[in-house]
Nanobody, 115 residues
């Protein structure tokens, strides 16, 4: 089991941008599909986007056209570029393998969008 470490969250005004990063300490990062997930207060954790080992991407309908997931295999890092942020994007954002299966969740990074 590998724990991934997220960073890059913060407070931003509506319409602003943030880029989240997630570092994987495992040796087989390049072979894994990775996902970004979010959990808003009182809601279940849900998938935001994922990227396969080949670089194919899939997005939730709510973020399509605003968020971009990418990966750098040389740095064992997956990114989530977030643009045109909305107050409803406020949540704790996590990364994990996709699907997560039994891999543990990290602490996540808080994103707060003010109106």
């Amino acid at each position: 089991q590998v724990q991934l470490v997220e960073s890059g969250g913060g407070l931003v005004q509506a319409g602003g941008s943030l880029t989240l990063s997630c570092v994987d300490s495992g040796w087989d990062f390049r072979f894994k599909s990775l996902g970004w997930f979010c959990q808003a207060p009182g809601k279940q954790r849900e998938l935001v986007a994922f990227i396969t080992s080949a670089g194919s991407t899939t997005y939730a309908a709510s973020v399509k056209g605003r968020f971009t997931i990418s990966r750098d295999n040389a740095k064992n890092t997956v990114y989530l570029q977030m643009a045109n942020l909305k107050p409803e994007d406020t949540a704790v954002y996590y990364c994990n393998f996709y699907p997560p299966a039994s891999n543990p969740w990290g602490q996540g990074t808080q994103v707060t969008v003010s109106s």
